[in-house]
């Protein structure tokens, strides 16, 4: 079977894009304006061409194997709602989402695919973004899917909602469906990081792992103007504390035998994820290395769509293209 060649933008930690790889895809290229990011998708795929450049400044003309794509994929920064961008300094997350849709105007994939928060396909306050982008691209022949994944619905621990656009040109828009859930049941934390929370021989890693018998509450990367990495804002920590888990920060070891973590001093009982068992929670196979010292790592993590899901909605959009 073909595969098909894709444009990646805001590649981040490439989770997104490896997904789409998974189900088909070839990137021809991969866009990030980060040091870091490019530095993990480098070393994970060498041979994957990686363009550090911030999206807003990139011209297509300047690098002309972005047109002729099949699919242009972007894991854009989370969006705010036109009324909180104009209370803030730039709203850049906007101007990468209008980039990337004037970035679609200019090459002209057969597919679009845009990943962000579910309000953008929900909410009223982002009813201005979603007639932006189809006025910009419906001239040109696309149709617009909208519509909300659950991350946990694809085996990932995790209760991550993620609003998705798919807009596909004519010939092809009929063929798509949004992809249904791969599992039947979710898998939780416990199940997750058992093993990983059992491999220095920690003696309560049964009764933990029975105890954390839900999925996780979604990950945050968090802001790169704050400090070190945490699990989230209060409510997220109070949920993470009924699995037995300290959300104020990560460690740096697993639980030994008698479940002590040497890098944690915070005198809790409860246990500090990794940032290893981050990924894991984010569906990164084991050998996906994530460059950077912790905090850098857990943000990539972070902010990175599920390999699964991306997965999941690459199949259903190359179904759509072969059909």
């Not at 060498?46 to 972005?66: A, G, I, K």
């Not at 950077?292 to 179904?319: C, D, E, F, N």
Request: with cysteine; hydrophobic share 40%.
């Amino acid at each position: 079977m073909r595969r098909l060649k894709s444009v990646d933008v805001c590649s981040g930690a490439g989770g997104l894009a490896l997904g789409l790889e998974n189900a088909g895809f070839d990137p021809v290229l991969l866009l990030d304006n980060r040091p870091i990011a490019c530095e993990t998708l480098r070393a994970n795929r060498p041979d994957w061409n990686v363009l550090q450049l911030d999206l807003l400044d990139f011209d297509p003309v300047e690098h002309p194997t972005s047109y002729d794509v099949d699919l242009l994929s972007a894991g854009l920064p989370r969006v705010k709602s036109s009324a909180t961008a104009k209370r803030e300094e730039t709203g850049i997350e906007q101007q990468l989402l209008r980039a990337t849709v004037l970035l679609a105007h200019a090459v002209q994939p057969r597919a679009l695919l845009i990943e962000n928060v579910p309000e953008l396909v929900e909410d009223q306050d982002f009813a201005d973004v979603r007639e932006y982008i189809q006025q910009e691209l419906s001239h040109l022949n696309y149709g617009f899917h909208w519509f909300v994944v659950n991350a946990a619905d694809f085996g990932v621990p995790q209760d991550r909602k993620q609003g998705i656009l798919v807009a596909l040109k004519e010939e092809y828009f009929d063929g798509f469906h949004p992809p249904i859930p791969t599992v039947t049941r979710h898998v939780t934390v416990g199940e997750a990081l058992h093993t990983s929370m059992s491999s220095r021989g920690w003696a309560g890693a049964d009764a933990w792992a029975a105890q954390a018998d839900h999925v996780a509450p979604t990950l945050v990367g968090g802001s790169e103007k704050r400090g070190g990495a945490d699990l989230g804002l209060t409510g997220t920590k109070k949920a993470w504390a009924r699995m037995g888990i300290n959300g104020n920060a990560l460690a740096d070891e697993v639980p030994g035998p008698d479940g002590i973590q040497e890098s944690d001093h915070s005198g809790s009982e409860l246990k500090k994820l990794t940032v290893d068992q981050t990924a894991i929670l984010q569906s990164f196979p084991k050998d996906w290395r994530i460059e950077g010292k912790k905090t850098w790592k857990y943000r990539q993590i972070g902010h990175a769509s599920p390999p699964p899901v991306g997965k999941a909605l690459g199949m259903a959009v190359a179904a759509a293209l072969r059909a």
